[in-house]
């Protein structure tokens, strides 16, 4: 089955730095890339997502980035704000197989 | 547009002990999805629905947990009896499709075991 790698598990970067979160995925079948923004006490939101058929997609001062050869996925998110800190989780979803596999999270924190 | 609905939002229990948790998805969504999240760690598929059918329960431990979705709407998951490993955040999330559909989650249980 598919397993998806997420590295750093933490990141500490000062306001208005970028911050990069790296994911790693297992079955090359893979075709969903989503990326989810977890903060205290709350479930999962989506802030950006990306196809397999697309090698950037950009919001604003969010990016994701993805290399189907290598089969690995990045999320860059420009000039950092206090309000970004929180937990990233990268994901992959295999057509057919209808489920999302969630990487194990990277907590951002933004230094003011 | 109301979100994912979720309850309770906190629960404590002994082992051994039975604990139920109801999720109401967004209105038309057919595809309804029950996460766990353990302390540090991302959320795992434990059951998903599309309607009232299921799709995917291959990681549901079914000697304890059962889960089921009346009418295809309300979802309710189920553990008994409890074990101190199953403390964790239990997580609904629902979508209007299945694969490649953004999935929508609610604020979460989060289940203590003791």
């Known amino acids: 089955g598919e397993n998806v790698e997420q590295h750093p598990s933490t990141l500490s970067v000062q306001e208005g730095d970028s911050a990069v979160i790296k994911c790693t995925y297992s079955?090359?079948?893979?075709?969903?890339f989503p990326w989810y923004k977890q903060e205290l006490g709350k479930g999962p939101q989506l802030i950006i997502d990306?196809?397999?058929?697309?090698g950037e997609k950009k919001d604003q001062r969010i990016a994701v980035t993805l290399n189907k050869t290598a089969k690995h996925f990045s999320l860059h998110i420009t000039e950092t704000q206090p309000e970004d800190s929180a937990v990233y989780f990268c994901?992959?979803?295999?057509?057919?197989?209808?489920?999302?596999?969630f990487g194990q999270g990277t907590r951002l924190t933004i230094n003011p | 547009e109301a979100g994912v609905a979720q309850s309770p939002r906190y629960k404590i229990i002994e082992k051994r002990q039975s604990v139920a948790f109801w999720c109401n998805p967004i209105?038309?969504?057919?595809?309804l999805y029950w996460y766990q999240q353990i302390l540090g760690q991302g959320p795992k598929l434990l059951i998903q629905?599309?309607?009232?059918?299921?799709?995917?329960d291959s990681q549901l431990p079914k000697d304890r947990f059962s889960a089921e979705r009346l009418k295809g709407v309300d979802s309710t998951l189920k553990i008994q009896p409890a074990k101190l490993e199953d403390s964790a955040v239990y997580l609904c999330?629902?979508?209007?499709?299945?694969?490649?559909?953004?999935?929508?989650f609610g604020p979460g249980t989060r289940l203590t075991v003791l």
């Open positions: 999330a629902s979508s209007f499709g299945g694969a490649g559909n953004t999935q929508y």
């Open positions: 079955d090359s079948a893979s075709n969903y």
């Open positions: 990306i196809r397999s058929n697309v």
């Open positions: 994901a992959a979803s295999v057509q057919g197989a209808q489920k999302l596999v």
């Open positions: 209105s038309g969504h057919a595809t």
């Open positions: 629905f599309q309607n009232n059918g299921v799709v995917d």
